[in-house]
């Protein structure tokens, strides 16, 4: 089983370029989360989806933008990347509300902006 | 504080027992969570507590649970060196859907 795959693992950007990142899941579980962990800080939630086609905000938006077009992927976005953004992302997905139901993770995706 | 704190490090010898603690703030918690994070990897699910448990016990795995206080712990007993991770405590906070908080998490090392 795949469980939760987020592609890339590595990436390096320069101030101002554009990339997407994707996370997939096998388990057709309702919600996914996008997190971005940095040190000292733990892990905080970027944006989160809870059903095909729909998509919300966390605690740190701004500067992303996600689509859920499909159940099984959910994808970030950062449209002009800064070196703020420099962190390891983590994608997540939960059969139903990540209150009461195990979270599974990615791998994470480790982005430098340069 | 709006945080969930956690010690950011902690070290034991191999066979002894390691306690992780954690205070959280949202006394309305429905569920708090342990999850672990092996090097280059992404977080598991360790265990969890619900809110109206005061103690969980899994295998080697022991949480307690102190709500007046709002103190979370996790003890390991006979830790071993693959028991080396960062441990993330977390509290399920608010809305329909909710939010995980994490804390920064705790990274055990385990000497022989």
């Known amino acids: 089983n795949a469980g939760v795959t987020q592609t890339p693992k590595f990436r390096v950007l320069k101030t101002g370029q554009s990339m997407t990142l994707l996370c997939a899941q096998d388990?057709?579980?309702?919600?996914m989360y996008w997190y971005r962990q940095d040190p000292g800080m733990g892990l905080r939630l970027i944006h989160y989806?809870?059903?095909?086609?729909?998509?919300a905000k966390g605690e740190v938006p701004d500067g992303y933008n996600v689509s859920r077009l499909k159940k099984q992927n959910f994808l970030l976005g950062l449209e002009s990347a800064a070196p703020s953004q420099t962190s390891v992302y983590f994608c997540a997905s939960s059969h139903g509300g990540i209150m009461n139901t195990e979270a599974f993770f990615g791998q994470g995706t480790r982005l430098t902006v340069v | 504080g709006e945080d969930v704190e956690q010690s950011l490090f902690l070290s034991v010898r191999e066979g002894d027992s390691s306690v992780i603690n954690c205070t959280y703030t949202?006394?309305?918690?429905?569920?708090l969570y342990w999850y672990k994070q092996e090097p280059g990897a992404g977080l598991q699910l360790l265990t969890y507590?619900?809110?109206?448990?005061d103690m969980k016990q899994d295998q080697r795995l022991t949480v307690l649970l102190n709500k007046k206080d709002k103190h979370l712990s996790l003890r390991i007993a006979d830790t071993q060196t693959g028991d080396s991770a960062i441990y993330f405590c977390a509290e399920s906070r608010g809305g329909s859907q909710g939010n995980l908080i994490f804390g920064k998490g705790t990274k055990l090392s385990v000497k022989p």
């Open positions: 949202d006394s309305s918690s429905t569920y």
């Open positions: 507590i619900f809110s109206n448990m």
């Open positions: 388990m057709n579980h309702e919600y």
């Open positions: 989806s809870v059903g095909e086609g729909t998509t």
